[in-house]
């Protein structure tokens, strides 16, 4: 298969780097000039849990011309619809599309450029982390869940196989949007409150006050996921969050990786800001989800970013 990824980040960097211990084609695509350039003229540079350098073809969005097999969109939520835009040129009818974004609603997003049988949404929680341009640090486990739009999960067969030869621990699962529900759950709880005390995971979980926003937090995304979907394991979640906040201690999330240290504008708008706003369609109040996004975009308006 040819397989471009739409966001090479940290995020997709570290899926290029296990897609390319197959013998499938991997392109990756993004617009940052340096990482770019680093990528092209010294390779990708892995260090963590591998301590490697590989090679891969990476270009711009707009120059990749080739029909893809599979596009797997690594973006970050405000651009996606301009990376759309930009790829609508290699997306045949073949094509299988796949957002594994953080957040919520992007399926939504991706229907106006894509037909709804060509579509895949999926949560993934690996983690990954950019030193610079070209220089991923990947560490610790983790797994993808993914579904086909359509419902055919035999026509993704071969794509979770894919994914699992490159060690990337993938599930067809037939229920995902509650996956990516759990996962939004995850990072609306870590990302902004690390973000705006500036600490990692473990120092937030760490204390009495930090935990009691954290349960804010999670009591009303619990709520509104509920007003959402129906039925989800509210102490599953919860468990899951626990699990998570021991297992990355020592992370700072990527809403801190992208505003306190590259200085770049936040995904707060569809993670806790979603919330907000589906929460209002229902009448659900949500303070703290509130309170999360105006300290973010407080936050990014002092630094020139909104």
């Not at 780097?17 to 940052?32: F, G």
């Not at 196989?161 to 996962?183: C, H, P």
Request: charged share 20%; aromatic share 6%.
């Amino acid at each position: 298969m040819r397989v471009y990824i739409a966001g090479s980040g940290a995020m997709g960097c570290r899926f290029g780097h296990s897609l390319s211990k197959t013998d499938h084609e991997v392109i990756l695509l993004d617009n940052w000039e340096d990482h770019i350039q680093a990528i092209r003229e010294n390779g990708l540079k892995v260090t963590g849990d591998f301590d490697e350098t590989v090679k891969l073809p990476i270009m711009k969005p707009t120059e990749a011309v080739e029909v893809a097999d599979l596009i797997i969109l690594l973006t970050k939520a405000d651009q996606l619809p301009k990376m759309l835009q930009d790829i609508k040129g290699i997306i045949g009818e073949q094509t299988k599309v796949l957002s594994l974004l953080n957040g919520l609603g992007h399926a939504t997003t991706m229907r106006r450029y894509v037909p709804d049988e060509s579509i895949m949404v999926g949560v993934t929680i690996w983690l990954a982390g950019l030193k610079g341009p070209g220089h991923a640090h990947l560490e610790g486990p983790g797994s993808i869940f993914l579904q086909n739009m359509s419902g055919d999960g035999q026509a993704v067969a071969h794509i979770v196989d894919m994914f699992n030869q490159a060690g990337l621990n993938a599930t067809y699962d037939e229920n995902v949007i509650e996956s990516i529900w759990r996962k939004a759950c995850v990072n609306g709880v870590m990302n902004p409150t690390c973000t705006i005390m500036d600490c990692t995971i473990g120092e937030l979980f760490g204390t009495e006050g930090g935990l009691n926003l954290v349960q804010g937090i999670f009591k009303e995304f619990i709520a509104v996921a509920r007003a959402e979907v129906g039925n989800i394991d509210e102490e599953g979640i919860w468990k899951y969050i626990m699990e998570t906040s021991k297992k990355a201690s020592h992370h700072y999330p990527s809403m801190h990786q992208d505003l306190i240290q590259h200085g770049r504008k936040t995904e707060i708008d569809y993670l806790n800001g979603a919330v907000v706003f589906k929460g209002k369609r229902v009448g659900i109040s949500t303070p703290y989800c509130q309170m999360m996004t105006d300290m973010v975009h407080a936050k990014e308006a002092m630094l020139g970013l909104r």
